[in-house]
């Protein structure tokens, strides 16, 4: 308080034991404790009694450091809302008791810049801020900063900068602020308080909000979502729970203790992973963890959260496996309603976009696995064609190919006639050729080779001595004409046994029949439907050999484009999978 100041006509405030509060729990608190208690400050003088107040006198000895923390007081008293009084519509005079030096450093030492050119406060000494002059309508005497310093500070005119905190910590909070704006989420509804720092006051005063309906488009499309943010609880993580409609899990990793490579990500089916950690401007741990979790659960879709708008991050990202970035609304955009806008429908398509890609992507991840981890694909045998890794590698190829194909450009299909889901469709029938490999116990004599599974007493394809048929091969295969069920299978019949050997040798749909026959599934009907129907498409198909169908070389790939079903992961692609998985696990319930 002033010196000298008069007992009738002021109401003083003695700030000393305000300078020493302390909320840990604040963000504000432990990142900015000057801007903490300035907005305390403002915020305790929200009270009744200062109702009939005509001017806010703040002095300059606030046990700070010349007149920085003055300055800051003034500009959080502006710029809060106040409910039970008007301060922040009151003119608002620094005093000191020499005149003011403008080469005092301190004057520039706070977010607010050229306070008393451009700002709108008012300066007095000590000595003029007691001066009394008589009104000269009333002629009672009255304080002469009254009638000459009449104008309000208006937060307009204050020029605050984001010196006094990181533009990144604003735009984390700014952005999460104009999210919860679009998903017509009022301060009420979200479980965050807002910063109080001056830069973020200042900022949210500019905005002329509209009344928004309330969005749940995105509610329940996830389960357990995780925020890798070092600042997730303060404001993203209860925001995205309400907007997401799930349980939102908070997690900040350490550089020095990677505990992220012992983590277990796939209980989570969205991972939303901030750009810059640590509170640094340094991409390298989170592209790191990025690329673990992309590499060790590709099942699991990873977003980007960025306050930057480079570019280039864009691709880094990518390069590393991310699904998307969302950058998040900077304060830089305070005025531009149709940019905030249009950043909140990016939410909305980002979110949305992993959730259909991963809604078809995890099952297949997911029966791989099983796949990979059954007893029986753990017994095949390597040896040297290697069988089981060409096989691991062969499914993981497929599930690379599918994502592609969700990824896929319309314009792509359309203008190049090609689809990385009938390379995914090729991947997985190429399985099928393996499978029969080893399957198959296959010994030869000079000029003949014998077909067997283990243990089987018959056999896929025996050679036998000449016999005297009418019209038939001197020599030819029997075995397969009494198997039982063969007849009806896959529309197979005795003349074809009888008379193309090398058919049975080189058809891995005929190969593949018998195996799942002798498996003997309870839905051998189905798969065997199928397979059969599964073959059909695969000769169609531009990347095989050719097709029975004499029209197949004279008609173009678009022509044959136009006759052919989608491939989709939901039609052909699933229940060629279907049969792969079977196959390989000896389990009908394994599929997607």
Same mark, same amino acid.
């Given at each position: 308080?002033?010196?000298?100041? %008069?007992?009738?006509?002021?109401?003083?405030?003695?700030?000393?034991?305000?300078?020493?509060?302390?909320?840990?729990?604040?963000?504000?608190?432990?990142?900015?404790?000057?801007? &903490?208690?300035?907005?305390?400050? $403002?915020?305790?003088?929200?009270?009744?009694?200062?109702?009939?107040?005509?001017?806010?006198?703040?002095?300059?000895?606030?046990?700070?450091?010349?007149?920085?923390?003055?300055?800051?007081?003034?500009?959080?008293?502006?710029?809060?809302?106040?409910?039970?009084?008007?301060?922040?519509?009151?003119?608002?005079?620094?005093?000191?008791?020499?005149?003011?030096?403008?080469?005092?450093?301190?004057?520039?030492?706070?977010?607010?810049?050229?306070?008393?050119?451009?700002?709108?406060?008012?300066?007095?000494?000590?000595?003029?801020?007691?001066?009394?002059?008589?009104?000269? *309508?009333?002629?009672?005497?009255?304080?002469? @900063?009254? #009638?000459?310093?009449?104008?309000?500070?208006?937060?307009?005119?204050?020029? *605050?900068?984001?010196?006094?905190?990181? #533009?990144?910590?604003?735009?984390?909070?700014?952005?999460?602020?104009?999210?919860?704006?679009?998903?017509?989420?009022?301060?009420?509804?979200? $479980?965050?308080?807002?910063?109080? =720092?001056?830069?973020?006051?200042?900022?949210?005063?500019?905005?002329?909000?509209?009344?928004?309906?309330?969005?749940?488009?995105?509610?329940?499309?996830?389960? =357990?979502?995780?925020?890798?943010?070092?600042?997730?609880?303060?404001?993203?993580?209860?925001?995205? +729970?309400?907007?997401?409609?799930?349980?939102?899990?908070?997690?900040?990793?350490?550089?020095?203790?990677?505990?992220?490579?012992? #983590?277990?990500?796939?209980?989570?089916?969205?991972?939303?992973?901030?750009?810059?950690? +640590?509170?640094?401007?340094?991409?390298?741990?989170?592209?790191?963890?990025?690329?673990?979790?992309?590499?060790?659960?590709?099942?699991?879709?990873?977003? *980007?959260?960025?306050?930057?708008?480079?570019?280039?991050?864009?691709?880094?990202?990518?390069?590393?496996? $991310?699904?998307?970035?969302?950058?998040?609304?900077?304060?830089?955009?305070?005025?531009?309603?149709?940019?905030?806008?249009?950043? @909140?429908?990016?939410?909305?398509?980002?979110?949305?976009?992993?959730?259909?890609?991963?809604?078809?992507?995890?099952?297949?991840?997911?029966?791989?696995?099983?796949?990979?981890?059954?007893?029986?694909?753990?017994?095949?045998?390597?040896?040297?064609?290697?069988?089981?890794?060409?096989?691991?590698?062969?499914?993981?190829?497929?599930?690379?190919?599918?994502?592609?194909?969700?990824?896929?450009?319309?314009?792509?299909?359309?203008? @190049? @006639?090609?689809?990385?889901?009938?390379?995914?469709?090729?991947?997985?029938?190429?399985?099928?050729?393996?499978?029969?490999?080893?399957?198959?116990?296959?010994?030869?004599?000079?000029?003949?080779?014998?077909?067997?599974?283990?243990?089987?007493?018959?056999?896929?394809? #025996? &050679?036998?001595?000449?016999?005297?048929?009418?019209?038939?091969?001197?020599?030819?295969?029997?075995?397969?004409?009494?198997?039982?069920?063969?007849?009806?299978?896959?529309?197979?019949?005795?003349?074809?046994?009888?008379?193309?050997?090398?058919?049975?040798?080189?058809?891995?749909?005929?190969?593949?029949?018998?195996?799942?026959?002798?498996?003997?599934?309870?839905?051998?009907?189905?798969?065997?439907?199928?397979?059969?129907?599964?073959?059909?498409?695969?000769?169609?198909?531009?990347?095989?050999?050719?097709?029975?169908? %004499?029209?197949?070389?004279?008609?173009?790939? +678009?022509?044959?484009?136009?006759?052919?079903?989608?491939?989709?992961?939901?039609?052909?692609?699933?229940?060629?999978?279907?049969?792969?998985?079977?196959?390989?696990? $000896?389990? +009908?319930?394994?599929?997607?």
């Amino acid at each position: 308080m002033p010196e000298g100041m %008069p007992n009738d006509g002021f109401i003083p405030i003695d700030l000393k034991n305000s300078y020493s509060q302390e909320d840990k729990s604040d963000y504000l608190c432990t990142t900015n404790i000057e801007e &903490y208690w300035a907005n305390y400050i $403002a915020e305790t003088l929200d009270r009744a009694e200062y109702s009939g107040v005509k001017a806010v006198i703040i002095d300059k000895s606030l046990q700070g450091d010349g007149w920085s923390r003055a300055l800051l007081l003034g500009g959080h008293i502006a710029t809060t809302g106040y409910a039970n009084c008007a301060l922040n519509r009151l003119p608002i005079i620094l005093t000191n008791g020499p005149k003011l030096d403008i080469s005092d450093v301190s004057l520039y030492a706070t977010p607010i810049t050229t306070p008393f050119q451009k700002g709108g406060f008012h300066f007095l000494t000590h000595g003029e801020l007691f001066v009394r002059e008589k009104d000269p *309508i009333t002629g009672e005497p009255t304080f002469a @900063f009254e #009638r000459r310093y009449a104008d309000k500070v208006d937060h307009h005119r204050l020029r *605050i900068t984001g010196s006094h905190d990181s #533009r990144h910590e604003s735009t984390n909070e700014w952005g999460a602020m104009r999210l919860a704006h679009h998903f017509g989420l009022k301060k009420d509804k979200v $479980a965050f308080s807002y910063p109080g =720092h001056l830069y973020f006051k200042s900022l949210a005063l500019s905005l002329v909000e509209e009344i928004v309906p309330e969005d749940s488009s995105l509610s329940g499309l996830f389960t =357990h979502v995780l925020l890798i943010d070092d600042h997730a609880a303060d404001g993203w993580q209860a925001l995205l +729970e309400k907007v997401l409609g799930c349980r939102v899990t908070p997690y900040e990793p350490k550089r020095p203790v990677p505990d992220w490579q012992t #983590r277990a990500f796939d209980s989570h089916d969205l991972i939303l992973l901030d750009l810059y950690l +640590e509170g640094k401007p340094d991409k390298s741990l989170s592209l790191t963890i990025l690329q673990h979790i992309k590499e060790t659960y590709p099942q699991i879709p990873v977003v *980007i959260f960025t306050a930057s708008e480079k570019a280039w991050n864009l691709d880094e990202v990518l390069e590393k496996g $991310a699904d998307g970035m969302y950058i998040k609304e900077s304060p830089v955009h305070v005025k531009d309603e149709l940019y905030s806008k249009e950043n @909140f429908q990016d939410f909305l398509r980002t979110i949305r976009s992993v959730y259909e890609k991963y809604k078809v992507l995890r099952p297949y991840w997911e029966i791989i696995k099983k796949i990979l981890s059954n007893s029986i694909f753990h017994s095949i045998e390597n040896g040297s064609r290697k069988m089981k890794d060409r096989l691991e590698e062969r499914l993981k190829m497929f599930y690379g190919l599918l994502k592609k194909g969700h990824e896929q450009s319309d314009y792509d299909k359309r203008t @190049f @006639f090609y689809s990385d889901y009938e390379l995914a469709f090729m991947t997985l029938w190429s399985c099928l050729n393996d499978i029969q490999a080893y399957k198959f116990q296959k010994s030869s004599s000079l000029t003949h080779t014998h077909w067997k599974l283990p243990a089987d007493r018959l056999y896929y394809i #025996r &050679y036998r001595a000449a016999q005297k048929v009418p019209k038939t091969p001197a020599r030819f295969y029997t075995d397969l004409v009494n198997l039982p069920g063969w007849s009806a299978s896959a529309k197979v019949k005795g003349a074809e046994a009888k008379n193309n050997k090398r058919s049975f040798e080189l058809q891995i749909r005929l190969q593949v029949t018998y195996i799942i026959e002798r498996m003997n599934p309870v839905n051998m009907a189905i798969l065997l439907t199928n397979l059969e129907r599964l073959n059909g498409t695969r000769n169609e198909l531009y990347l095989t050999h050719g097709s029975n169908n %004499p029209h197949f070389f004279s008609s173009t790939e +678009e022509d044959k484009r136009k006759n052919m079903p989608t491939m989709t992961p939901q039609g052909d692609i699933k229940d060629l999978f279907n049969i792969v998985s079977y196959l390989l696990t $000896a389990d +009908e319930m394994l599929t997607v």
